[in-house]
């Protein structure tokens, strides 16, 4: 993993999260709706409860939730350690460049804005920024792509 992906895996775990908080806004949306009632002939006298379609959504509204917290946990963790190896970079425009880019999301010309330089120079802080990053030794690593 070269420094580049190591930064970037804060933005991918806050991409997951977010997509995951929509999939729970769904599922809590489909736990109160109201199914359409089965016409269909009914057979036997009791209903078994566990097959309502609002009690499974509420099963999966918690597992989401356990995973979604656990996600928040280990962003924390990985923007706390990506803000001590920023820190190591001893040139205070390009540990700026890494801060703007990678714990705060902004795309070059926002970062360009925000330092009153223009788009090269940006980018010229940033290669240089990343060829003077010092990764952890053991880093905490993501699966991205998983999930």
């Known amino acids: 993993m070269d420094a580049s992906e190591y930064l970037h895996q804060a933005y991918r775990l806050d991409e997951r999260i977010d997509l995951d908080m929509q999939e729970l806004e769904r599922l809590r949306e489909m736990s109160v709706s109201i199914s359409s009632p ?11 409860i566990d ?75 940033h290669a240089s920024a990343l060829e003077h990053i010092v990764l952890p030794k053991y880093p905490i690593s993501l699966k991205v792509d998983q999930q």
């Open 51 to 125: 097959d309502a379609s609002f009690v499974r959504c509420l099963e999966k509204i918690s597992d989401l939730e356990d995973v979604i917290k656990a996600e928040v946990s280990l962003l924390v963790d990985l923007k706390k350690e990506i803000r001590v190896t920023i820190g190591s970079v001893t040139d205070a425009n390009e540990q700026l460049v890494l801060r703007y880019r990678y714990l705060n999301a902004m795309t070059w010309p926002e970062i360009a804005g925000s330092m009153h330089a223009n788009n090269s120079t940006v980018r010229r802080w």
């Open 38 to 48: 089965k016409f269909g002939e009914r057979v036997g006298g009791t209903r078994n």
